[in-house]
């Protein structure tokens, strides 16, 4: 199991500084963004499309620092019912799938993404309670209407060039929990898969080595995110933890994304890696830096540092005592 990180925190730095970084603080692997919210400051994916002196680049630099990657991210909501935005975050999704295949990188993280509520709706709308019924009506139309003939053509489009879709269960997405994950799972290909991140698990409430436990049951977790967060209950038993308030208010806030150990303790995260290789995973635990309460790098760091006495360096040996 390698330990990965998301390289958008470090977009303000070069991709030589980032790798040259990131190799010197024993990283394995690196999601790289090429559009959507995680920008595209360290792979231009048009550019690189098709582009053999480009990849070639790429790969030296890669092979230079010992780094692979794990998945290219576009996170961005190609059901978005603005139909400019829309095409772009398709055509943003099917490009990275397309760069993935040229680069032999398996798999492409990103969002569901969410629909409007009804036809000539403007708004994306995110119903999480089946009552009054024009709400039940409105999840109906999202999924039937939008979300599952939009991810059929996709998955076709990821299988037809080898490449996994890791979607991210993140609320204000119409998939944001491990049921719906295989719900969509289920309705299109097995290209469709989880980006099993944890921290926007843990605030609804959802226990997260259960939910590795079912996703690994149908195989569908296609990548990972290490990402911790720690719910505030002094704030959180007064308003629960459908929080809408600025996430640089953090004092008043029911939650927050923190960094790798303070939101969980090690030996948390030493059950979250056993059981994903219970369950078959092997691949990137690839640190996402969300937590506004110290900077990236030492975030990073951190991580980095919890996690690598968390993982597991070499693959199970014989039960020889169990013979």
Not at 102 to 118: K, M, R
Not at 154 to 178: F, K, R, S
Not at 301 to 311: M, P, Q
């Amino acid at each position: 199991m390698d330990i990965g990180v998301l390289t958008v925190p470090l977009g303000d730095e070069s991709i030589e500084d980032a790798f040259a970084y990131l190799a010197g603080l024993d990283v394995d692997a690196v999601e790289i963004g090429v559009g959507g919210f995680p920008g595209e400051d360290h792979l231009d994916r048009e550019e690189c499309l098709g582009n053999d002196a480009a990849q070639a680049e790429l790969a030296d630099l890669l092979d230079e620092h010992g780094l692979r990657v794990s998945a290219l991210a576009t996170h961005n909501n190609p059901l978005h019912p603005d139909e400019e935005r829309a095409e772009r975050a398709d055509r943003e999704l099917r490009e990275a799938i397309e760069l993935a295949a040229e680069l032999g990188v398996d798999t492409v993280t990103c969002f569901s993404g969410l629909p409007a509520g009804a036809p000539g709706d403007s708004t994306p709308n995110w119903i999480t309670a089946p009552w009054p019924t024009e709400h039940a009506e409105a999840h109906e139309y999202q999924w039937d209407e939008v979300a599952i003939p939009y991810w059929s053509d996709l998955a076709e489009h990821a299988d037809a060039h080898g490449v996994d879709l890791a979607i991210e269960m993140h609320p204000n997405m119409l998939v944001y929990e491990p049921t719906g994950m295989l719900a969509l799972r289920e309705a299109t290909n097995e290209r469709v898969g989880a980006n099993l991140d944890p921290s926007h698990l843990y605030w609804q409430g959802i226990d997260v080595t259960e939910a590795i436990r079912f996703l690994g049951e149908h195989d569908a977790i296609h990548h990972v995110h290490a990402k911790d967060t720690r719910v505030y209950e002094s704030n959180a038993r007064v308003k629960g933890v459908l929080d809408t308030t600025d996430y640089t208010e953090e004092a008043d806030r029911s939650w927050l994304f923190r960094s790798i150990g303070y939101g969980h303790d090690e030996a948390h995260w030493k059950d979250f890696v056993s059981t994903l290789r219970m369950v078959g995973y092997e691949g990137a635990l690839s640190i996402e830096h969300e937590d506004s309460l110290t900077s990236s790098r030492e975030g990073l760091e951190k991580a980095v540092d919890v996690l690598s006495r968390a993982v597991f360096e070499t693959r199970p040996g014989d039960v020889y005592w169990a013979e």
